[in-house]
């Protein structure tokens, strides 16, 4: 039976990513070695980590723009620590937005005064807020474009004179977007890159060398950049596997073409969720995301019946979060409409059902 | 032709473990899914990790002794940032036995004082200092059991009665060992372990939670303990990857019998090196490294040659470090006895040739 993978991240690669990306562990193009026994300093893995850059600035349109793409470990998380180490020398703020911008909060606190510019935890963040005063004498505003756990997602982006940066982590290469708003972001792999194990970061580099203490080798920007993201081993197979991702996505079309796509999706499974009477969505329909479609049944007592009909027709990974319960089907760019459409027809067979 | 993997890291892996890491991109334990694709919360992937901690725990011979094994990300050189983050309050020492000593040196130093407790730099790092005296106020002692770059290894740990702290990135898992003598050790898995992109960390839990300053989240050892190794999401692949070479330890009889192979393979090389007169070995004899054979040719003008004859033989990755030159044999667990015999055929054709 076909799984269809709803699953929220590590989630679904493309067919053919996964399968290039077994095909070179055995052998990487003809070599006679895998791709994880070659030296990160050897010649074939140089030119996949060059790729990979010069792709993920392509895809965001930022090439010959003073941006550094960088290919790092830790995932978002260390980001929430390195744009604090490398950003805040006096006040940073940042828009509350859930579970993730929480944690980029704590963790900037160690190193400056932290401003929650807005939140919208007062109603379980389902809603991207809007309208707020940015102070000016901010060193950056810190967003999450889009919150996985629950659904939201940024549509426009705050206007400010201040620097910019994101965590992308479950929208970045998902949408037409104008990347050059933002002076550094930054994405796990593990939703619409490749597997866990990497992280991109685009930066501006007039952003740094601007705050005064010390930071340590591997935490600092400026000796990744130097580096080539090779300060130290690179994580070598999520690099790559990622680098298959982002020709995969030149190869359909780019993000603006693989965007209209997610939003076909994205609207047909909204229309049923909003049509169907057995389902309620969570996220307020101005901040909908299109990556992670979150709803809850009306009636929680349908919750085995329904477990098992997807269970039954193959479709994995719709388990909500537990801040949120309920279902959340993450819907990222290697997703087929088709898969959108098997849980669209179990929706409709708990309906005919009842 | 085959090709004889000779190189410093990422290095050569099982051809069992290869196939299966393939295998399971294509698709776990038949899953329907790939490896790369399941949420690192399932049951699937929490079994994995928690054989690979308690693997790695059982060939170190430090189960039930108040140790525990993580699956980080950063490398080793995270670790030269997290020890001392963690564990440094008022001073450290550290013996200085080569690059990655001094690369550890240099971010300790950004926490508290340290101390260079004995260094060979002086000879270029050819040897491992001893008989050097250990202040006994010393927050810890941090070695570097096997130095890759210039073919040094620790034969005996020195006594003291400060916490032990060491970086095993290249000699993990390769010898017989009192594995109980140290507090701390790390080892960055591209070596004996796995695949570039996870490091395992080995803790005595007793040494936690006596320093003074706050520790960001993802660099906090307690935290990472308290998460499982997933405080956030682990680089799956990697992790997956480094249990089958755990496995394979397991079924070659565990390190004891591996550390055996591994002396033959090496007193074969040295052997070599000694007796045939148109090379000299790097390391002094009483330090040579079991895992990386350090050599110069004695005729520099050689060099086309022997290089040349090492490319017809399939011989990969035996560049010497630019810090020393000449050619580093790597001979990790994974190397088998017939590759170590194949080098030693080209030394002996160069011989017979001149």
Redo the contacts between chains.
């Keep these: 039976?076909?799984?269809h993978?709803f699953?929220?991240?590590?989630?679904?690669?493309p067919k053919d990513v996964?399968?290039k990306?077994?095909?070179a562990?055995?052998e990487l193009d003809n070599?006679?070695?895998?791709l994880?026994?070659?030296?990160?300093r050897s010649k074939a893995f140089i030119s996949i980590m060059e790729e990979a850059c010069e792709l993920a600035l392509k895809h965001t349109n930022l090439n010959n723009k003073g941006y550094k793409a960088l290919f790092l470990?830790?995932?978002?998380?260390?980001q929430?620590?390195m744009c604090a180490y490398n950003l805040l020398d006096n006040k940073a703020g940042y828009v509350n937005t859930g579970t993730w911008s929480t944690?980029a909060i704590?963790?900037a606190k160690?190193f400056g005064d932290v401003i929650e510019i807005a939140s919208s935890k007062e109603n379980n963040f389902n809603y991207i807020p809007k309208g707020y005063d940015i102070p000016s004498d901010l060193d950056y505003l810190h967003l999450t474009t889009n919150n996985t756990i629950f659904g939201t997602q940024y549509k426009e982006i705050p206007k400010t004179t201040v620097p910019l940066v994101a965590d992308m982590s479950s929208d970045i290469f998902s949408r037409k977007f104008d990347y050059s708003k933002f002076d550094l972001f930054y994405a796990?792999a593990?939703k619409n890159m490749?597997?866990?194990?990497?992280t991109l970061v685009i930066i501006k580099e007039a952003l740094l060398g601007k705050v005064s203490r010390?930071i340590?080798?591997?935490?600092d920007y400026t000796v990744q950049i130097k580096g080539g993201s090779m300060?130290?081993?690179?994580?070598?197979?999520?690099v790559y596997?990622s680098l298959l991702t982002l020709r995969w996505i030149e190869e359909k079309g780019g993000i603006e073409v693989i965007g209209e796509k997610n939003s076909l999706k994205a609207n047909r499974l909204y229309n049923e969720v909003d049509r169907n009477p057995m389902f309620k969505g969570f996220a307020s329909e101005e901040s909908r995301s299109q990556m992670n479609v979150t709803f809850n049944l009306v009636d929680a007592e349908l919750t085995d019946t329904f477990d098992a009909m997807c269970n039954d027709n193959?479709i994995?990974?719709l388990k909500g979060h537990r801040s949120v319960g309920g279902y959340r089907a993450s819907i990222y760019n290697a997703l087929s409409i088709e898969s959108v459409e098997k849980l669209i027809n179990c929706m409709q067979l708990l309906e005919q059902k009842k």
């Design positions: 039976m076909k799984i993978n699953s929220a991240g590590p989630s679904i690669l996964i399968d990306a077994s095909g562990v055995k070599s006679g070695l895998s994880i026994e070659i030296s990160h470990q830790g995932g978002a998380s260390q929430f620590l944690k704590k963790e160690l796990g593990q490749g597997p866990a194990g990497t010390r340590p080798s591997i935490l300060f130290n081993t690179p994580p070598v197979f999520a596997t193959g994995s990974g």
